[in-house]
């Protein structure tokens, strides 16, 4: 079966200090990994796919299928992160969403 | 442009009521996706709509849930006989792509279900 599980519900760091929001998967295929972000009273919208490897915001996510995970991470949190962080699996189309990992970034 | 819209954004209904949530995606937009996400979790897929064909409807949780979209723009949820637990966010998304990949979603607002 597909899942993703994101272990924390929340993580609390202080503004400047790294970030790393775990996310790991259960999928038999290749899997597209997704990073969506819901800022305060904003729609979810993308934050990073791992198949662009590229860098939003200054977060990255590297797809590691050794141990099924794609963690988000950012060397330096801003006030402005703060938000809630789905990580996504995407199959035959759909996705399929964790539970969520509110981020807050504390001055 | 505009985004995705959805309508109504909140809605109370009593239980045993019928109700109809609506979705207007990005213009040209090929699929539609519609998913529930209850308090505390992440959003579960209902069902996918390529053009007007109904691609996959797996995630519907019970035959009292019906999607529709008729014309392959505008699409309706309507849930029938509504029950406590269906209280949700109802969330619409649509992508410029078919073909079963995945591909980036964009999200519409919501719509918040209350069955009291």
């Known amino acids: 079966a597909q899942r993703v599980t994101q272990p924390e519900k929340l993580l609390s760091v202080f503004k400047g200090a790294p970030v790393e929001l775990k996310c790991n998967y259960s999928?038999?295929?290749?899997?597209?990994l997704f990073w969506y972000v819901q800022y305060s009273r904003q729609r979810l919208q993308l934050l990073l796919r791992?198949?662009s490897r590229e860098s939003i915001k200054g977060f990255t996510a590297d797809l590691n299928k050794g141990e099924t995970s794609f963690h988000l991470k950012k060397p330096f949190a801003q006030e402005e992160d703060s938000a809630m962080y789905y990580c996504?699996?995407?199959?035959?189309?759909?996705?399929?969403f964790g539970a969520g990992t509110i981020l807050r970034v504390k001055s | 442009g505009a985004g995705v819209s959805q309508s109504p954004r909140y809605k109370v209904a009593k239980r045993g009521q019928d109700v109809a949530l609506r979705c207007d995606p990005i213009?040209?937009?090929?699929?539609l996706f519609w998913y529930q996400q209850a308090l505390g979790q992440g959003p579960e897929f209902l069902t996918y709509?390529?053009?007007?064909?109904?691609?996959?409807k797996s995630g519907l949780p019970s035959d009292r849930f019906f999607a529709e979209r008729p014309e392959g723009s505008v699409s309706t949820l309507k849930i029938q006989r509504t029950q406590q637990e269906d209280s949700a966010v109802y969330l619409c998304?649509?992508?410029?792509f078919g073909g079963g990949g995945s591909q980036e979603q964009y999200f519409g607002p919501g719509t918040r279900l209350t069955v009291t």
């Open positions: 996504a699996l995407g199959t035959a189309g759909k996705l399929v």
């Open positions: 999928y038999s295929g290749s899997p597209e």
């Open positions: 213009s040209g937009h090929v699929s």
């Open positions: 791992h198949i």
């Open positions: 998304a649509s992508s410029p």
């Open positions: 709509f390529q053009n007007e064909a109904q691609l996959d």
